[in-house]
């Protein structure tokens, strides 16, 4: 269970502890609907936010765009994807009947990710989060497809009110 990254040991006692402790967990499936990985988002303020099991044989997460598995059909149908930053956009936008929306798992778009995205469609819509983290990595991925020859649009997000 440590080799999978599910278990760390303390240095100060040498006993194992669960990491993913205190987050919500979601399932990394590649593109055939296998469970490869796990991602766990903090429930605190403690950091890192997210945390990944380990890379691995069949985990690359830069090879991987989340829920892809889900959304391949209605890809195919629409020619169109809709390219979001995580794990909750993805499932938010499934609940919603958004069916062909992918995450690239972070802000950061990697070239094997932009090569799937401009093999599975020919329309990419980048829908990154509205801040400034997300403005800049939704030009970088623009930037990174259009290469691809995909036909590129960014959708604006609006940003949150206070709570």
Do not use: W
């Not at 400034?132 to 691809?148: E, H, V």
């Amino acid at each position: 269970m440590e080799k999978a990254g599910l278990l760390s040991k303390r240095s100060f006692d040498n006993k194992f502890f669960d990491r993913f402790r205190h987050r919500i967990i979601f399932p990394i499936c590649n593109a055939r609907g296998q469970t490869v990985a796990l991602a766990g988002r903090i429930l605190t303020d403690e950091k890192p936010k997210y945390l990944n099991t380990p890379e691995s044989d069949i985990f690359h997460k830069g090879n991987l765009l989340y829920g892809y598995h889900l959304a391949r059909q209605t890809i195919k149908k629409t020619n169109q994807v809709i390219l979001l930053e995580g794990y909750v956009d993805v499932i938010k936008a499934h609940q919603a009947g958004i069916t062909n929306a992918v995450a690239s798992m972070g802000t950061s778009l990697t070239e094997a990710q932009a090569a799937l995205l401009s093999r599975i469609a020919g329309a990419i819509v980048i829908c990154y989060d509205s801040d400034d983290a997300g403005i800049k990595a939704s030009f970088r991925a623009a930037d990174m497809l259009k290469q691809n020859g995909a036909v590129l649009k960014i959708a604006k997000m609006p940003r949150p009110g206070p709570r």
